[in-house]
């Protein structure tokens, strides 16, 4: 293999991949879900070292990917030209997404994995789609799915069933919930039912992805109920770009509130805890190194998502971005948390499929300095320690301690 596996996973993000018809996606993995996290509509694959992506292949880009992937004799193997690239791993379909919870609802449509965290999108579809004329981001699918693909009403005691299930059977370590835009404000409100019986019942990372609260003292109460972190979704850095792509989020929040929100987070529940998120391919990429660069000087990670175009979006014709153009991008995001001392990949068995880590950016990386190379022995410091505290909890929660 000619790329090492975080370069081929960001090359599949940019050209996506053809199915050969020798594939039985349905019948060897999960299939493709397309649910309310609008990027995941891929394939999810494991790349050689574990790495996960969840690879375009329904979108009219991949139809000429130069990267086909075939079923042979010993598995899946990826090839580019009829040279194979490397083998790789349809994810399994989890046995706990045909269980049914209590009420009835099959867990698989309760929260999906993305690579081997839990995610969850419990509230009601964002009020931006409801609008008229519609607010919503032109590049999101959450308004497509809803109904389709996963329940549009989630008990707490669903969500608990499933990730119970999820820890138990998947040895999933971190629920990742997600709200749209409510017109009444209350987006962290109605997570909190769901983020305390989580922590309460199961010991498992808790993160929350939801618009910027107007009032920061709702984050004092994440913090006490025990979330781990929260990120927001800027989605664009450049003030034109993010009033053309976000006309809700320009409208009625403004980035500064996003910046505001990640600012005071960062105080609050420290570095590497906090996440600006934000897509490139819809700007320049000095944009999104601009936007990385901010995030980093506040001690937060930079998340930064593949533009993808996704069907019936507003922006499904508009091409991904070009590998080489975001490179350098995928660079900044590891050497700017080890420029700014911001701890990452330190919680264990995060893998995540929809975004590069700043550990396999790495893999982008041809050489680091010297403090760099301090900052990393820190990590790995930190690393052991949390993750022999957190066994622990898990024990205890899970009665095995």
């Known amino acids: 293999m000619k790329l090492n596996p975080g370069e081929l996973k960001l090359d599949l993000y940019c050209n996506g991949m053809q199915l050969d018809r020798s594939c039985a996606i349905d019948e060897d993995g999960c299939g493709i879900l397309s649910t309310r996290g609008g990027l995941g509509s891929g394939l999810e694959l494991i790349l050689p070292g574990g790495v996960h992506a969840n690879v375009p292949v329904t979108e009219e880009f991949a139809k000429k990917s130069p990267y086909?992937?075939?079923?042979?004799?010993?598995?899946?193997?990826?090839?580019?030209?009829?040279?194979?690239?490397?083998g790789v791993a349809l994810l399994p379909r989890p046995a706990f997404y045909d269980r049914k919870t209590a009420t009835g609802k099959p867990m698989g449509r309760i929260g999906i994995l993305q690579g081997?965290?839990?995610?969850?999108?419990?509230?009601?579809?964002?009020?931006?789609?409801?609008?008229?004329?519609?607010?919503?981001?032109?590049?999101?699918?959450?308004?497509?799915?809803?109904?389709?693909?996963e329940e549009a009403g989630k008990t707490v005691m669903d969500v608990v069933e499933t990730a119970l299930a999820a820890r138990d059977e998947c040895g999933v370590t971190f629920v990742h919930f997600n709200s749209g835009f409510c017109r009444n404000g209350d987006e962290l409100g109605k997570l909190e039912p769901y983020i305390k019986a989580i922590k309460e019942k199961t010991g498992l990372l808790v993160g929350v992805q939801a618009i910027p609260s107007a009032d920061l003292s709702a984050y004092d109460r994440l913090k006490k109920m025990g979330v781990d972190h929260v990120s927001f979704c800027m989605e664009l850095f450049g003030p034109a770009e993010f009033r053309k792509t976000c006309p809700g989020k320009a409208k009625y929040l403004g980035q500064e509130r996003f910046l505001k929100a990640i600012g005071y987070c960062t105080r609050i529940f420290g570095k590497g805890k906090v996440a600006g998120e934000v897509i490139a391919g819809l700007e320049s990429p000095g944009n999104t190194i601009r936007a990385i660069e901010t995030f980093a000087k506040m001690g937060a990670v930079a998340t930064v998502c593949v533009f993808r175009p996704c069907k019936g979006t507003d922006y499904q014709d508009l091409p991904p971005p070009a590998y080489e153009d975001m490179v350098p991008v995928f660079r900044r995001v590891y050497t700017a948390c080890l420029d700014y001392g911001i701890p990452f990949g330190i919680a264990p068995?995060?893998?995540?499929?929809?975004?590069?880590?700043?550990?396999?950016?790495?893999?982008?990386?041809?050489?680091?300095?010297?403090?760099?190379?301090?900052?990393?022995?820190?990590?790995?410091?930190?690393?052991?320690?949390?993750?022999?505290?957190?066994?622990?909890?898990?024990a205890l929660k899970s009665g095995k301690l």
């Open 116 to 149: 081997t965290y839990l995610g969850i999108y419990p509230a009601g579809l964002c009020d931006f789609w409801g609008m008229g004329p519609r607010m919503n981001c032109r590049f999101c699918s959450v308004g497509l799915n809803l109904g389709a693909n």
């Open 349 to 394: 068995n995060i893998k995540v499929s929809i975004v590069m880590l700043p550990e396999e950016c790495a893999c982008l990386v041809p050489e680091i300095t010297l403090g760099q190379r301090l900052q990393l022995a820190k990590l790995q410091a930190m690393k052991f320690a949390f993750q022999a505290y957190f066994r622990a909890v898990l």
């Open 68 to 86: 086909v992937l075939h079923k042979e004799a010993g598995g899946y193997v990826v090839r580019k030209g009829g040279v194979a690239v490397c």
